[in-house]
């Protein structure tokens, strides 16, 4: 069965650090990539997704991902944190209609 | 464009109790999801409609938990009788119909709190 994994389960960062959260996925064949993310109180939204074409997808609020065949990872990067970052991040990866989470990231953006 | 609606938003009961939940996808979406989400931990599964048929049901606690969506609109999970470990949000989810990288829409949850 698919799965997907996310190694960091906790990060705290300070104001204008850089964030990169893991994300790895367990599928040989054609797979869709998503992140997404959920702001305290909120629901779970659209970050970016990936699906053929450039590797580097850009998101929303300054994210970004790089899909790396080779590696079955599809890491989540963002150049300078900001407080209102501070959320659970989810990797997900979705093969025909099926849809695999990973355990999220909750991150901390300490001002 | 109206997002995914699910109601209540909170709901606390007491165990050996039931339970329901409703969730209205955004309109054309086939596909609708229902997942459970423990406190700490992705959302898991529970079940999938393609418009009012089950695709997947694998990690649905049958024994417990029941869902419908008779009219391929909207859905409704139930869980009779609640037990402590159900305390969880539950989430609906709808997508495009089709097999395009069309991501899934998050309705906010129900919060449920088994005591």
């Known amino acids: 069965a698919q799965s997907v994994s996310q190694h960091n389960h906790h990060v705290i960062l300070s104001e204008a650090a850089s964030l990169e959260l893991g994300c790895n996925y367990s599928y040989g064949g054609t797979v869709n990539l998503f992140w997404y993310v959920q702001y305290p109180g909120q629901h779970l939204q659209l970050l970016l997704k990936y699906f053929s074409g450039d590797p580097l997808v850009k998101g929303i609020k300054g994210f970004e991902a790089e899909f790396i065949k080779s590696k079955f990872s599809f890491n989540l990067r963002k150049p300078s944190v900001q407080w209102s970052d501070t959320a659970e991040y989810f990797c997900a990866a979705n093969t025909g209609n099926q849809f695999y989470f990973g355990t999220g990231t909750s991150l901390t953006v300490i001002p | ?115």
């Open chain 2, 1 to 115: 464009e109206a997002g995914v609606a699910q109601s209540p938003r909170y709901k606390i009961i007491e165990k050996r109790q039931s339970v329901a939940f409703w969730c209205n996808p955004i309109s054309g979406h086939a596909t609708l999801y229902w997942y459970q989400q423990i406190l700490g931990q992705g959302p898991k599964l529970l079940i999938q409609f393609q418009n009012n048929g089950v695709v997947d049901d694998s990690q649905l606690p049958k024994d417990r938990f029941s869902a419908e969506r008779l009219k391929g609109v909207d859905s409704t999970l139930k869980i009779q009788p609640a037990k402590l470990e159900d305390s969880a949000v539950y989430l609906c989810a709808s997508r495009r119909q089709g097999l395009g990288p069309y991501e899934q829409y998050f309705g906010p949850g129900t919060r449920l709190t088994v005591t």
